[in-house]
């Protein structure tokens, strides 16, 4: 059971690092000018509920499976992740918003969030890994 | 103020006629022991607190109350469409024929005449020719928007006339410890800083570079009579320029020489218009126009300094001496250049300060090789003439002040230190002592000047200087750039630009050239300020790549020399435009088009505008900017949308209802939007029908949402121009909203909420419109709350403009109703251009940190400007990334690309270069304190959106806590008890309190939401100028209005009356004032005003019969009545839209709207400005 808890685990890490990552190479696209603010804009904030959710369910899981240390290690993520959603004002288009991504180092901002939630899944990444293979030589 | 008895503690306002009574009002400087000073002025203050309470009691806001909407009558049986009732279809076909439009008497098709600055231009520049520049050709037709500047030589000087005139007290300041404290002892600290001001104003000016910020206190007169020891007791221009004749009679002997090598270097200026026949027979004796007229000549230096040959030096650094070289000998040379009007040693070469300073400003004392006539002296002013100087209210100025704290501080040994370190640190020649002037701000009560505040000059060499980009386009917050991003957090100073790019000029190079030459690395256009490393090769300022001159880059086609590339008009302007070839094109220039899309709901019937807009579009429909295949078309709505069909042909125009606006579609695609000259019958119909065809309707609803989607898919092939109107909160379909104010929560000290927007509706909408081109403008004139905050998304990220005329209606608010009708003749009538892109490019090292303005930031440095107005103002932060010490020299470039009404591609190139500085003191000595003050309006608008109100005033106060603080812990030896500030800063508490008291981020005030977000709205777009009036307006007063000063405008004399600070305190019972708030103009009549003021200026027998409203000056043949109205249209001419004039009496309800705008005083819910200033200097000693 814990094995595919792990399992499940890693996968959707996987996902997320993914995601990390298409999240900065877009990020720095903008930055160098090769799209445009509105279009970077739309194409990340596709990705912004799938991530949340992807993460949310990594971090239930860890609490019904009482991993607490895993869980605990996962909540401020998940709760910066809802919190920033939750926060957009109505204005705005999404998380990333075209009109105001260039102004106040927002840009910037929102890449050093995506480098360290990369860091962030990596950790975690090596984590479920070493989780599993040891849940799998205990089965 | 109805009770002035207590007033003025010191005579306020006493006219310029009236000379003698400042001895006796103040006391003389130089007898009072310094406790006497002390006392005086918390009693002065005290005595305004006590008035400043009365007033509030006296006048409790008017309660802002909507107008209640008369929906709900006038159901008439007759009403047009029937066809509403019919379900199943949803296009309809109605008539809109003659039969509707036979009661149609309304225009008596008179239309007004319209300066059409664009047109103009654009005809002038697409009849220029091939590789040609087209430049002379282009600058006669281009004249000017201002259609007075080009008929006479002195007149045709326009606003300019002020700058030049106002400038005059910058001589002063360096005459004026001389006299003022002729008593003083040299050995004092303090003296010795003036003394040695003073000297330069000798002559001796390669040192001591100049005084650019004096925006001076100092009365006029001193410095007449001063530096000539001259007798004259008024300061009127003709006195004013014998004084000249005499003075230079008096010296040409001696200073001949000197008159022929210091030329004076008036800043290049080249919006304003130069007047090229002023001719000057006498160069060392002239002044007579000059000094009160020629602000925009552009003096060039003569050949005296190209004795160095342009030698090639290989070194990597720019080589300063090699740029100045070139630039000098340049523009001695072409004189083609538009810029050019040689005039050597115009101003008498001993004193040739007074001159520069009246006629440009920014005085550039410009000597390589100077003599300096040491032994000049001045007479020193005896005691009796400071009796004889005309006691103006501002001529307090720091007097007293300056006096006391000399004598309270005899050992003061700060400033002389300061300005010594400052000598020995700043950048190449000079040093400021003036704007780093230590002004004791609690003690130094009249800090206004009473002529309008300039920008600073930056403190660059005179060549770069003269080449430098007008301030009016380009501002930069600090003149001098930090050198690292460390020294920027310790001024505590905002470093940002605040742009004008597309204002109207009166005189624009246009270089029309096969290759425009740019840097191939960074693309930045060549520009004044690159320097030629050979004659094949330059260098750009910006990333210091070396580029090849391209060949065609080698003729010059004004003189038609060859090898001179440093002559060519590019680089000989800061401000040029280039006509762009199809490289600069992502598809053919667009036509003009023009969308107008108008709420014809209940509402908006009731209130009348549609009359209006279309009385307006009547009389301007040949003046809309546009050629042959300029578009235009009209869609209506209520709770459906209405389109014409106008295709040529028709016998009369179709009106197709779509009745569906979920799913909105176009009825016919192709004839909507229809060329204006070949369907100009149908339109004229269509305008002549509109008003009376909705006269009947019975619908409440509104779907604009709809409306601007169907807009959006018709302006979408093309791009174009979508106006709308709108009367009231959009209630139907797509981008509905809902009333989200509280009218309990208007005069909240605590949380103002909903300053965004409910939905992101518009903004979607507004971003695909801009990526189509096309730009949506928003007329809201609406008499309840509608949410412009959601609103005007629809225009700030279009790059459109947004009006706001609360509580419009045609004939209950006529006020109102003008204004509607002189913003739409501008705003139909005004350059504009299409499809356009702004991108901004700094030094490397500098990058923008947030843009602020109405525009999409595409990239980085790239801003999509769907279309581009002249009334628009953009402001940038700017941040240091990485230090700046491998150079002397910033600049910054915006070009603007566009496609102009007559679908020319054009590229609008400003160029600004700045000094960088390592010392904190030539930080604070280069502050421009209007910029600064504007940029923290749009960061605190941002602030405020984003964060909240509270957060946003307090971010204010903070900025100025921290930036005094920082200032004052620099020059530790200053005392602390005191807060003081550098003379460039000391009007900072002013505006910013001002600021706090603006609508956008008052509370306490009843403040309507829509009123607060559109005093953000209009900070965010404002170009600087008009900004400032918004936050800081002028007073006058204008009872006794004096042709001393005056200066002259088209053949007409426009007095100039000093400056009165906002405060009830200078208005008296006995006078009349006007207040210059941008976009209103309040006359404030006091109850007991002079009767003859009444009767001449404003045409009634006295002050009981003027009426309550009163919006016009009447044209009277008296004196007096041609003088107020030649000053208020004066004022008038200097701004793009027209304000409304209001005269309000002294009882009238209305004078709260004038009494809100006196912010150095008390109201209920904040502080005056002496509190002010006590609070910040509590914060600070914290």
Request: glycine share 4%; hydrophobic share 35%; proline share 7%.
């Amino acid at each position: 059971m814990e094995s595919v808890v792990f399992i499940f685990s890693l996968i959707d890490c996987c996902a997320l690092i993914f995601l990390s990552v298409y999240f900065i190479i877009t990020l720095s696209d903008l930055e160098c000018d090769y799209i445009n603010a509105r279009s970077c804009c739309s194409k990340l904030n596709k990705w912004v509920v799938p991530e949340l959710i992807g993460h949310t369910i990594v971090t239930v899981l860890m609490l019904i499976s009482l991993h607490w240390f895993i869980f605990l290690l996962n909540l401020p993520v998940a709760t910066w992740n809802i919190y920033r959603f939750i926060m957009v004002p109505s204005g705005n288009l999404g998380v990333f918003d075209p009109t105001e991504i260039h102004n106040r180092g927002q840009l910037k901002s929102h890449m050093k969030e995506a480098m360290i939630k990369l860091g962030f899944h990596l950790l975690c990444f090596f984590m479920y890994l070493y989780s599993m293979i040891l849940a799998l030589i205990n089965d | 103020m109805s009770a002035p008895a207590g007033i003025p503690p010191r005579p306020a306002a006493v006219p310029g006629g009236a000379r003698a009574p400042v001895a006796a009002a103040r006391p003389p400087p130089c007898q009072n022991g310094p406790v006497q000073n002390q006392m005086q002025f918390p009693f002065g203050y005290g005595l305004h607190l006590e008035n400043y309470s009365a007033s509030s009691r006296r006048y409790p806001p008017v309660p802002h109350e909507a107008v209640p909407s008369q929906l709900n009558n006038q159901y008439v049986a007759d009403y047009h469409s029937a066809c509403y009732s019919i379900p199943v279809q949803s296009v309809m076909t109605t008539s809109v024929g003659p039969s509707m439009l036979n009661t149609q008497q309304l225009y008596s098709g008179a239309p007004h005449p319209v300066e059409s600055a664009g047109g103009l231009t654009q005809g002038a520049i697409s009849s220029a020719s091939h590789l040609h520049t087209s430049v002379p050709q282009s600058y006669s037709a281009l004249s000017s928007h201002y259609s007075s500047s080009t008929s006479s030589s002195v007149a045709s000087q326009g606003f300019p006339l002020s700058s030049g005139h106002y400038a005059m007290p910058t001589v002063s300041r360096a005459v004026y410890p001389n006299l003022s404290y002729p008593s003083m002892s040299v050995g004092s600290p303090y003296g010795q800083v003036f003394t040695s001001q003073s000297l330069p104003a000798v002559g001796q000016f390669e040192e001591t570079n100049t005084f650019p910020d004096q925006s001076s206190t100092v009365p006029r007169t001193l410095q007449q009579q001063v530096p000539l020891g001259y007798n004259s007791t008024s300061w009127s221009t003709s006195d004013f320029q014998s004084a000249q004749d005499n003075f230079s009679r008096n010296n040409t002997g001696s200073l001949a020489k000197a008159s022929n090598q210091i030329n004076t270097v008036g800043i290049v200026d080249s919006s304003h218009p130069v007047s090229q026949n002023v001719q000057f027979t006498k160069p060392g004796v002239e002044t007579s126009v000059v000094s009160s007229a020629v602000t925009s000549s552009i003096r060039t230096p003569v050949g005296d300094h190209l004795t160095e040959p342009a030698s090639v030096p290989s070194n990597t650094q720019p080589s300063e001496s090699l740029l100045q070289e070139a630039i000098d000998s340049s523009s001695t040379t072409s004189s083609a250049s538009p810029v050019i009007n040689n005039y050597d040693a115009l101003e008498g070469g001993g004193y040739p300060e007074t001159n520069s300073a009246a006629s440009s400003p920014a005085p550039t004392p410009q000597t390589s090789r100077t003599p300096k006539p040491f032994g000049y002296g001045y007479p020193t002013l005896q005691p009796g003439y400071q009796n004889a100087t005309p006691s103006t209210s501002a001529m307090q100025p720091s007097n007293p002040g300056h006096h006391s704290e000399f004598q309270q501080y005899p050992q003061y040994p700060g400033v002389n230190q300061l300005s010594s370190t400052l000598g020995g640190l700043s950048l190449q020649h000079s040093q400021q002592p003036e704007s780093l002037r230590p002004v004791n701000l609690t003690q130094d009560r009249n800090i206004l000047p009473v002529s309008p505040v300039l920008a600073p000059v930056p403190n660059l060499n005179s060549d770069l200087r003269k080449l430098n980009c007008s301030p009016d386009s380009f501002r930069c917050t600090l003149t001098n750039i930090p050198q690292t991003q460390a020294l920027l957090n310790k001024a505590k100073l905002p470093l940002g630009l605040l742009l004008h790019p597309f204002r109207d000029l009166t005189q624009l190079p246009v270089i029309t050239s096969s290759t425009i030459v740019r840097c191939r690395s960074c693309r930045t256009y060549i520009n004044p300020f690159v320097s030629f490393i050979d004659q094949r090769r330059w260098k750009c300022n910006l990333c210091y790549r070396v580029n090849d001159v391209p060949e065609e880059f080698m003729y010059n086609p004004l003189t038609r020399s060859y090898g001179e590339p440093h002559k060519r008009p590019e680089v000989q302007n800061s401000t040029v435009e280039f006509i762009a070839s199809s490289d600069y094109m992502l598809r053919p220039p667009q036509p003009a088009v023009y969308l107008f899309v108008l709420d014809v709901s209940h509402n908006a019937v009731e209130a009348g505008y549609l009359t209006i807009v279309c009385q307006s579009l009547l009389e301007n429909l040949d003046k809309l900017p546009g050629d042959s295949r300029t578009r235009i078309g009209f869609i209506t709505f209520d709770s459906t949308v209405q389109f014409y069909n106008l295709q040529e042909g028709l016998s009369q125009p179709q009106m197709l209802i779509v009745s569906d606006i979920d799913d909105v579609f176009l009825p016919t695609p192709d004839s909507l939007l229809v060329n204006l000259h070949e369907s100009k019958e149908l339109i004229k119909d269509l305008l002549n029908a509109l008003p009376t065809m909705f006269i009947n309707t019975r619908e409440t609803h509104s779907a604009l949402g709809p409306a601007l989607q169907a807009a959006f898919k018709l302006m979408s092939p093309t791009g174009g121009r979508i106006s709308v109107f709108q009367s009231q909160l959009p209630s139907l379909g797509a981008g509905l909203l809902h009333s989200r104010e509280d009218p309990n929560q208007r005069s909240s000290t605590k949380v103002v909420q909903h300053l965004g927007p409910a939905t992101d509706f518009y903004k979607k909408l507004a971003l695909d419109c801009s990526g189509q081109q096309t730009a949506v403008d928003l007329f809201l004139l609406s008499s309840q709350y509608s949410d412009l905050a959601s609103l005007a998304c629809m225009s700030k990220y279009s790059a459109g403009c947004i009006y706001y005329y609360p509580s419009f209606h045609h004939s209950h608010n006529p006020a109102q109703a003008e204004k509607l009708q002189k913003d739409l003749k501008r705003y139909l009538t005004r350059k504009i251009g299409f499809e356009a892109v702004m991108r901004i490019r700094c030094t490397k090292g500098l990058s923008i940190h947030t843009f602020h303005g109405n525009f999409f930031v595409r990239s980085t440095d790239l801003l999509s400007l769907a279309n581009v107005n002249p009334d628009a103002g953009f402001a940038v932060q700017m941040s240091i990334e990485e230090s700046l010490t491998d150079t002397s020299l910033v600049c910054f470039q915006t070009a603007l690309l566009y496609t102009s009404s007559k679908g020319e591609r054009r590229i609008r190139v400003h160029t600004l270069c700045l000094p960088v500085v390592t010392s904190l003191a030539d930080v604070y000595a280069g502050a421009d304190v209007q910029a600064a003050v504007c940029l923290l309006a749009n960061m605190a608008v941002d602030r405020s959106v984003s964060s909240s109100l509270s957060d946003a005033r307090d971010a204010l106060v903070n900025a100025v806590v921290d930036s005094l603080s920082a200032y004052i812990s620099t020059a530790s030896n200053l005392q602390q008890s005191s807060l003081i500030a550098p003379n460039s800063l000391r009007l900072f508490p002013l505006y910013v309190l001002a600021l706090l008291k603006q609508k956008a981020f008052r509370t306490g005030t009843s403040t309507r939401l829509d009123d607060r977000i559109y005093a953000m709205c209009q900070i965010k777009s404002q170009p600087l100028v008009h900004l400032m009036k918004m936050i800081h307006p002028s007073l006058y007063r204008i009872d006794r209005l004096t042709n001393e000063g005056a200066i002259h405008v088209n053949d007409r004399v426009v007095p100039q009356p000093p400056l009165q600070k906002l405060s009830a305190e200078k208005l008296t019972r006995e006078g009349a004032f006007l207040m210059d708030c941008g976009s209103i103009f309040y006359i404030w009549i006091g109850k007991s005003c002079d009767n003859s003021f009444i009767k001449d200026v404003l045409g009634y027998p006295n002050y009981a019969s003027v009426p309550q409203k009163l919006t016009q000056l009447p044209e009277l043949d008296t004196l007096s009545s041609e003088r107020a109205r030649s000053f208020i249209s004066w004022l008038r001419d200097s701004r793009p839209l027209n304000p409304v004039l209001q005269v309000i009496k002294d009882e009238s309800p209305a004078k709260t709207d004038f009494f809100q705008h006196l912010v150095e005083d008390r109201t209920e819910a904040a502080f005056s400005y002496y509190e002010f200033l006590l609070h910040i200097q509590q914060q600070i000693c914290k």
